[in-house]
């Protein structure tokens, strides 16, 4: 079967994946250790100037909500701490990996545009009311939620052109087409994808979890965090609203278990989503995406 073929295609590759930019092999690593340092830190990510400034142009955005300009990483690590810093840079380092063109029907930027849609609610959901003990660990969850499309269209081309065409004549949601084709969705793909560079749990168990429902999410320590909840609204607002685009523009809209674990109202989210769209399209242009 074709599919079966394509799946072996990606699994193949998804070995072979290209490597992080140094800065966020290194950043991942300095995470994990308990002894790492603030200045060591800084000054491992300072040798990367692209992602030094991508860094502190994020945290300068109005949605940060800081109270003066940093300006510089010495200075980030020292307001924000080491990890919200470290988060930054690892999202953006995979971003910086996943980033270039893409599939002609689908469009790279906008994906990008739609996955930060979805970091910066997610961020701003988990930060106000302090619906999460980590909202910058929740951002770089909500960046990466869907790197499992960009891989399929990296290594698996044909059969995501042919999700993207199924799409365009079926009005049912991204993961269901590819679950249809392929067999498997981008929940799974991004999954192993995630693991194979070793990110963060709560990355990997947000990416593998954010289209199911709380009672089937199993598998990891944190599969029950209310991370996915949040992001699960949030990519449902970033849809819902038509900032960016994911693929697809039909999205089924989270239960009210859902919306109850990330402690927020419906109308409370489309407020932060409508608050934050002007943000979210000026961000994306610092970031050169
Ligand atoms: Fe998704
Ligand atoms: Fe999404």
Do not use: C
């Not at 930054?88 to 270039?100: C, D, I, S, W």
């Not at 991370?227 to 609203?241: G, K, M, R």
Request: without cysteine; charged residues 20%.
């Amino acid at each position: 079967m074709a599919n079966q073929e394509e799946l072996k295609k990606i699994i193949q590759a998804i070995q072979s994946l290209p490597t992080l930019p140094t800065v966020a092999v290194k950043v991942n690593s300095l995470i994990k250790s308990p002894t790492a340092g603030a200045a060591e830190l800084a000054k491992v990510i300072e040798l990367d100037q692209s992602i030094s400034a991508k860094v502190l142009s994020m945290i300068n955005s109005a949605y940060y909500g800081l109270s003066r300009k940093i300006n510089n990483i010495k200075e980030a690590v020292a307001y924000l701490g080491t990890n919200a810093v470290s988060q930054l840079v690892l999202a953006l380092g995979v971003l910086k990996t996943f980033g270039g063109k893409g599939s002609k029907n689908f469009d790279r930027k906008q994906f990008w545009i739609h996955s930060i849609a979805v970091a910066v609610i997610a961020r701003v959901i988990a930060k106000e009311e302090k619906r999460h003990k980590h909202p910058e660990d929740v951002f770089t969850a909500g960046l990466l939620h869907d790197i499992g499309k960009v891989a399929m269209d990296n290594f698996a081309t044909d059969t995501f052109e042919l999700v993207l065409s199924q799409l365009a004549k079926e009005k049912i949601p991204f993961f269901r087409v590819e679950q249809e084709v392929l067999g498997v969705d981008h929940t799974r793909i991004g999954e192993w994808v995630a693991r194979s560079w070793e990110l963060p749990l709560l990355t990997i168990v947000s990416i593998r979890h954010h289209h199911e429902e709380p009672a089937g999410r199993k598998g990891f320590s944190l599969s029950q965090d209310s991370a996915v909840d949040i992001i699960a609204v949030s990519d449902w607002l970033a849809i819902t609203n038509s900032i960016g685009n994911s693929g697809s523009a039909v999205v089924e809209e989270p239960g009210e278990e859902v919306f109850s674990r990330a402690n927020i109202t419906k109308q409370q989210a489309q407020a932060v989503a409508q608050h934050l769209k002007s943000e979210i399209a000026k961000d994306a242009a610092q970031l050169g995406i």
